[in-house]
């Protein structure tokens, strides 16, 4: 049209395929990577042109890491802690249980030296990293029988994985691994106790409530489930640099409209669950004192076994707790009041 | 260089200039401003230029609304709540007192709703607005003398404006407008009681604390300082639409950025301003709740002056409950377990 700039002769045209680790039923999730892909097309006046694949469709979704890392596909759109199998130090990009929350992890990437981190610890598997989503706070998950306390979690199987896993194995649980299309059916039979997905929005599509009842919440081991694309270390230094502005851009924009879809969906989504049937809970006491405790000790594992780990750890840690000390002065003491004065008054 | 995009030859030249509400001192508000257009810049290849100037250059602090409905400046970028005396309603576009969290209004914004009521509104004025920062819960400022319950607000002269010197008013304070650089003399001499500033980052360049040592939290009135660039409507319009596209992605980038940076800073600013003599405090119980139920007063008070306010209250009224519901059950709920968890630990 008239006026629009018009494609720069001469411009070479780059095409990059996005393996996702997300089947298309999570459709927020999918869509944010299918979102990111169409804005950087659209920065790039169709010259950069991304296409996304749900997971599994051009590698298997535990091969994500790897197919970026030797040039198999230009990027992917992931949880890195799919992936500690191959470094347990992609823990700290997606979050650690009991770490930051979305926001404090935010700031620690983009200001807090957490990014620089990341990027030498890809680095060694030809990797660049780029945040690209948030959910924030996942939920527990789904429970055939109550949890009263600690002493329940003996034995229970429960499909979970990543550091949640890691975590609950020492409690004493024993975590399954099961696709997403195979939870409704192991819990109506009994084969698994329990089950965790995400948050209310996408856990209302698999119908869990029904088989499962009892849902808890919080969901400690993702307090922050931030959202990775990684890209091929060759293909990144190869794009010409206005590509990547658009990609670092188109990454950032997603970071903060994936939080805000799920925070505005999963409200509605928690009140239609509670509504069927789901019966909400809080982990006891003593098994979120527990989850803590273990995870501290695992960190001091997990940091002697290996020196990214043992590298990132003391530098996130100190944040962290700058975080906590700032958020408990201001966010922390407006929020508990607000939330309790508006809770009071809108019941 | 050889392999990047050439400058489409045609492509239109766009040159804009944005006011800011800023000082240059404030460095992080001014650097997101400048960040903001650096970025569209970059991603229309030098293009679409934005010159962004420091508060009162181009025109007065007061008229930066005024001046981008009229045309006289393309854009600015504002604490839209600056504006009241124009439209109460833009105060829906910046936070309300005891309103929504950073997040949670993003949330609004994003997918709430929120973006096209706060277009709609602002339409009449000429302008279209974007989301561009955020600064989180401000601190609720200086005082010369403790804060012991709501008696000692009676007369109390405090440079405070917007809503939070409505909701004082009301109190029984006596807002005063007062420029950044009287604020130490003002505060020294006893003309005023306190002062309001932004947070620890940019409080600690003013140097409050020698001579208004009590440093109270939170700063109720603005628990999301949400930062807005107005845009005249015409300007908007006769824009191509890469440009556009580049233009929004920018202000959505610098909404996640902004946020992070201050997130990042106050922490270690507000430790030094501890150890430099500061009385962190926080508001007592009975300020806290009377202001909470004037605001809910006030809100119904605009709400019957002006129709623009009436429309959007009781929608984002309805968001805010939906928003405290579902972070009381997962994201206030792990943050208040952890942040308890790492704050003794770190002691």
């Known amino acids: 049209a008239a006026g629009l700039p018009a494609v ?5 045209s780059v095409r990059w395929r996005m393996s ?7 459709d927020e999730m999918y869509g944010s990577a299918d979102a990111l892909c169409k804005r950087v097309s659209e920065l790039t006046e ?15 979704y535990a091969q994500n890491m790897e197919a970026v890392s030797n040039g198999t596909i230009e990027c992917n759109h992931v949880l890195a802690t799919a992936h500690i199998g191959t470094n347990t130090a992609v823990a700290f990009d997606t979050g650690l249980s009991f770490g930051m929350n979305a926001r404090q992890h935010n700031a620690w990437v983009q200001r807090g030296g957490g990014l620089e981190l990341l990027r030498e610890m890809y680095k060694k598997h030809g990797i660049v990293n780029f945040v690209c989503g948030n959910v924030g706070v996942q939920m527990g998950g789904w429970f055939r029988k109550e949890i009263k306390s ?9 499909r979970v994985g990543g550091i949640g896993g890691m975590v609950l194995t020492k409690l004493g649980a024993i975590p399954q691994q099961i696709p997403p299309g195979d939870i409704y059916p192991s819990l109506e039979k ?18 869990l409530n029904k088989v499962a009842p009892f849902y808890y919440s919080p969901g400690w081991w993702e307090g922050s489930a931030s959202i990775t694309t990684m890209v091929n270390e060759k293909a990144w230094n190869d794009l010409p640099a206005p590509f990547k ?27 239609r669950l509670v509504a069927a049937g789901a019966k909400l809970n809080f982990f006891p006491k003593d098994v979120m ?21 043992a590298k990132i750890y003391p530098e996130w840690r100190k944040f962290q707790e700058g975080q906590v000390a700032w958020f408990r002065v201001a966010e ?15 019941k």
């Open 289 to 309: 004192d527990a989850a803590y405790k273990t995870s501290q000790e695992l960190w001091v594992e997990l940091a002697d076994k290996n020196p990214d780990f």
């Open 245 to 271: 502005a658009a990609f670092e851009t188109a990454c950032n924009e997603q970071t903060l409209r994936m939080n805000a879809a799920y925070d505005a969906l999963n409200p509605p989504a928690l009140r």
């Open 190 to 207: 009994g084969t698994i106790d329990a089950a965790e997905w995400i948050g209310p929005y996408d856990d209302e599509k698999l119908g």
């Open 332 to 346: 922390s003491a407006l929020d508990n009041f607000t939330f309790n004065a508006v809770s009071r008054s809108s």
């Open 8 to 12: 720069a002769q001469g411009t070479p």
């Open 46 to 60: 169709g010259k950069f042109e991304i296409r996304a694949f749900p997971g599994g469709e051009l590698v298997p």
């Open 150 to 158: 600690l002493a329940d979690l003996q034995g229970l199987k429960m």
């Open 20 to 26: 996702t680790g997300w089947p298309k039923s999570l």
